[in-house]
Each structure stands twice: as C-alpha cells, then as structure tokens.
C-alpha cells in the first residue's frame, strides 16, 4: 500500500515557475514507478510525466516535453515535476501516481494522491 500526498501548487503568471512535490509513504517507495496526470475542467484526465524506480528513465506527454522535468530522491520518499513556462492551457489539478509497472503508472496506476491546483493566469 503506498499513499501520495501532493504539494505545491498554486497561482503562477504565464511563463513562470512551480515545483510540485509528491511525498510517498513506505519503505518500498524505490520498487515503484511514479507519474504525474493533470486534469482541467471539463476535461478528461491525461498523462503529464513517469519516472522509472531507479530514476534512469522518464517519460513525457507531448504538450510538456521541454518544459516540464520529473525527477525523485528515493532517500526522502518524494517525486518532484518541476514545471517551467508555464501557460494557462497547462492549468488543472495535478496527480501524482504510483505503479509497480513503469508501463501502467502513464495509463492505470494502482495509486493516486488527491492532488493539487495549478492555476497559471494570462
């Protein structure tokens, strides 16, 4: 059983920045592969971003890529999705995820957190 616990989102203007935080309780966070999802208004929710346990592989959705970076410390049990120019289409609530499978935390994962906003103004 893993649980998530999301921080630091907030307001940020239009080309700026936010680092969000996902912390995991457990002491097997290192065997689980970690993403990121978003979800606006209205919309469904997509995937924004994995890591592989070991951190040597990451992935990203296409309207990211460049802009937004995954990262984990597995000595302090925290995932980390440092976003940079930002725009206000990337404003949602922001998930982080857990799987065992690097494969299924970018589409089913076993875990979620509760999330955070981002709101990123014009």
């Known amino acids: 059983q893993v649980q998530l616990v999301e921080s630091g989102g907030g307001l940020v203007q239009a080309g700026g920045s936010l680092r969000l935080s996902c912390a995991a309780s457990g002491r097997t966070f290192s065997s689980y592969a970690m993403g990121w999802f978003r979800q606006a208004p209205g919309k469904e929710r997509e995937f924004v971003a994995a890591?592989?346990?070991?951190?040597?592989?990451?992935y990203y959705a296409d309207s990211v890529k460049g802009r937004f970076t995954i990262s984990r410390d597995n000595a302090k049990n925290t995932v980390y999705l440092q976003m940079n120019s930002l725009k206000p289409e990337d404003t949602a609530v922001y998930y982080c995820?857990?799987?065992?499978?690097?494969?299924?935390?970018?589409?089913?994962?076993?875990?979620w957190g509760q999330g955070t906003q981002v709101t990123v103004s014009s």
């Open positions: 995820a857990a799987d065992i499978n690097i494969a299924t935390v970018s589409t089913i994962p076993n875990y």
């Open positions: 890591i592989s346990w070991g951190g040597g592989n990451t």
